[in-house]
């Protein structure tokens, strides 16, 4: 009677396969249930904060449920900006002089508008014709003194527009509305606070 060895050793490497096999499955549906919960949690946080951007400019009114035709018991509007009263708009604004000031001050608000004509004092001397060569060979245009690394940007972002006066001051305002006054040197540096 012959026994064959290899009979006997099949059967126990199978089930080392089939367990190494499961174990897999095992980790991967581990990760994917990872995975969906990760992705799970970016969404509500980017849900959460899309309706708290939104209920920022819109509220809710109630209404007559019934007039002279059937109406939604809710309508939704923009809501209006808070006008401050003339006498704290007097107190906040500084005494301008001149268009480009005014044209900072109407782009910027009355809450930075000190701080933005400030920075482009300090940057520029409030000078629509001053341009800067870098070290590095970037060049700082006009009164907020915006570099033409800037360019790659595209758009409204042209050589042209940095050197416009007021068209700087837009761009200036674009700048400021995505990372707030840290791209100017003058704010960085305090400059902008020394009179």
């Given at each position: ?23 897999r ?36 009114v ?27 708009k ?11 000031e ?76 995505e ?17």
């Amino acid at each position: 009677m012959n026994i064959d060895v290899k009979e006997f050793v099949k059967p126990e490497e199978t089930g080392k396969q089939t367990n190494r096999t499961k174990d897999r499955v095992v980790n991967l549906v581990g990760s994917v249930v990872l995975l969906g919960i990760v992705l799970s949690i970016i969404g509500i946080w980017t849900g959460v904060r899309a309706v708290a951007n939104w209920g920022s400019t819109h509220e809710i009114v109630s209404q007559q449920v019934l007039s002279m035709s059937i109406q939604y018991p809710f309508r939704i509007e923009d809501r209006k900006p808070l006008v401050l009263a003339s006498i704290e708009k007097q107190a906040l604004m500084p005494e301008l002089d001149t268009d480009i000031e005014r044209y900072i001050c109407e782009k910027f608000g009355i809450v930075e508008c000190r701080t933005a004509l400030a920075i482009a004092e300090a940057e520029s001397n409030l000078n629509c014709n001053a341009f800067h060569v870098n070290d590095n060979g970037s060049v700082d245009f006009s009164i907020f003194q915006l570099n033409s690394v800037h360019l790659k940007k595209g758009g409204e972002w042209t050589l042209e527009n940095m050197a416009n006066c007021k068209k700087n001051v837009d761009l200036a305002y674009e700048l400021w509305t995505e990372q707030g006054f840290e791209p100017w040197v003058a704010f960085l540096s305090k400059a902008y606070l020394v009179k």
